[in-house]
C-alpha cells in the first residue's frame, strides 16, 4: 500500500475546525510583512500575488488586490488593470516555468459562487496539464503535487524577478 503525506492538508482542517483562521488570509498575510512566510510572492502598487497555501496543483497563485473589497465595481480601475497585467505576466511564468497545457484563470464571488474567502475578492490562476485530473482527485479525492510550496515560491518569486 501506498501512503500519501499532505501535512499542509492537517494544518488547514486544525485552523478549520478550532476556529484559528483570521477573518480575512489576505489582509492577515499583508499585516505580517513576511512574504516568505505568508507565500506573498510579489507586492504590486494595488495588488499582489500570493500562492495558494491549500493548492489544486501546483504553482497556482492568487492576484489580490490591497483593498478588502468582495465586489469588482468596488475596486479602481488602476487596481484591475495591474491585476490583468500580473495575470498576463503569471501566464508567462507558467509558460516558461511549468510548461503546462493550459491554465486555468478566475474567480469565485460570493459564497454561492464557491468563493472560500467571500469578503476579499481574489483572481486564482493555476497551470493545468492533461491528466491532472487522474484517478487520485477524482475517485480518492486527493492530490498529488510533485512540488512544496517553498519550492514554488522560490521558483515563481524568481521568475517574475527576472
Known amino acids: 500500500m501506498d501512503y500519501l503525506w499532505t501535512p499542509w492538508r492537517y494544518q488547514y482542517m486544525e485552523q478549520v475546525t478550532q476556529g484559528k483562521q483570521p477573518d480575512c488570509i489576505f489582509c492577515d498575510a499583508l499585516a505580517r510583512s513576511q512574504d516568505e512566510l505568508t507565500l506573498i510572492v510579489e507586492r504590486g502598487k494595488h495588488s499582489f500575488i500570493i500562492l495558494n497555501r491549500f493548492p489544486y496543483t501546483s504553482g497556482h497563485v492568487m492576484i489580490v488586490p490591497y483593498a478588502h473589497v468582495a465586489e469588482l465595481g468596488l475596486c479602481s480601475p488602476e487596481t484591475l488593470q495591474e491585476m490583468m497585467a500580473s495575470a498576463q505576466r503569471i501566464e508567462k ?14 474567480m469565485n464571488l460570493g459564497r454561492a ?25 477524482v475517485t480518492g479525492e486527493t492530490r498529488v503535487h510533485p512540488e512544496d510550496l517553498a519550492m514554488s515560491y522560490k521558483r515563481l518569486q524568481k521568475a517574475l524577478r527576472s
Open 113 to 137: 459562487a464557491g468563493a472560500g474567502v467571500t469578503g476579499h475578492l481574489h483572481l486564482h490562476a493555476l497551470p493545468r496539464w492533461f491528466g491532472d485530473s487522474n484517478f487520485m482527485t
Open 93 to 106: 511564468v507558467y509558460q516558461a516555468e511549468y510548461k503546462p497545457d493550459g491554465m486555468n484563470l478566475g
